[in-house]
Nanobody, 125 residues
């Protein structure tokens, strides 16, 4: 029901910054939540951050708090993830995610309703 397209990945040195974008289309319900998961080679997909569409309530994985900032622009149906002070362990494919239930979005990738195609973020050690 919701289509997500992300962009903005790339290769940066440790300590650098990137900004990811995700454009949503389709039906956005009043409590819709969008966010980001990431998956590194050989590891499980893990939650990174999320933001509710109506109230801008945010959620962050502990390891990115203070470094990453999630935001959204309702008029443009666009969500952003500003990533600062990047570390090698942030290297992964980052996926835009969306679900009408914020609990479903944050608790498990198996419960997420919509996914983007992924964008690669690589941070040199």
């Amino acid at each position: 029901q919701v289509q997500l397209v992300e962009s903005g990945g790339g290769l940066v040195q440790a300590g650098g910054s990137l900004r990811l974008s995700c454009v949503a289309s389709g039906h956005i319900s009043s409590n819709y939540t969008t966010g980001w998961y990431r998956q590194a080679p050989g590891k499980e997909r893990e939650f990174v951050a999320a933001i509710t569409w109506s109230t801008s309530k945010t959620y962050y994985r502990n390891s990115v708090k203070g470094r990453f900032t999630i935001s959204r622009d309702n008029a443009r149906n666009t969500m952003y993830l500003q990533m600062n002070s990047l570390k090698h362990e942030d290297t992964a494919v980052y996926y835009c995610a969306g679900d009408p239930n914020p609990f479903r979005l944050t608790v498990s990738p198996a419960l997420v309703g919509s996914w983007g195609q992924g964008t690669q973020v690589t941070v040199s050690a």
